[in-house]
Nanobody, 113 residues
Framework: VQLQASGGGLAQAGGSLTLSCAAS????????IGWYRQAPGNQRVRIAA???????WYEASVKGRFTITRNNAKDTVYLQMNSLKSGDTAVYFC????????WGQGTLVTVSS
């Protein structure tokens, strides 16, 4: 499985950004897909995930502000990020789980206050 993330950039506090993660390869084997983020000096933390059956999970700090969706025809997962805060500044990584863990490249999100 290969993952291509895009959509990062600069946003103002209170604004919105949408990240995309396009999967290719053995996508039929993906059991879960989603996003981690890593702020400067911090560990990488999972923030949103969607399982094969469409159920979703969110880390507490983003619940209610971020939404993960997917387009099965495009094998693409999106992370809609609303009400952005300066604390959301991080490098965002998409991931996919089969019997292995796959990472996409990071995309930087910077939120200015």
């Amino acid at each position: 499985v290969q993952l291509q993330a895009s959509g990062g950039g600069l946003a103002q506090a209170g604004g919105s950004l949408t990240l995309s993660c396009a999967a290719s390869g053995s996508t039929s084997r993906i059991n879960a897909i989603g996003w981690y983020r890593q702020a400067p000096g911090n560990q990488r933390v999972r923030i949103a995930a969607m399982s094969r059956d469409g159920s979703t999970w969110y880390e507490a700090s983003v619940k209610g502000r971020f939404t993960i969706t997917r387009n099965n025809a495009k094998d693409t997962v999106y992370l809609q990020m609303n009400s952005l805060k300066s604390g959301d500044t991080a490098v965002y990584f998409c991931f996919a789980l089969t019997n292995k863990h796959y990472w996409g490249q990071g995309t930087l999100v910077t939120v200015s206050s």
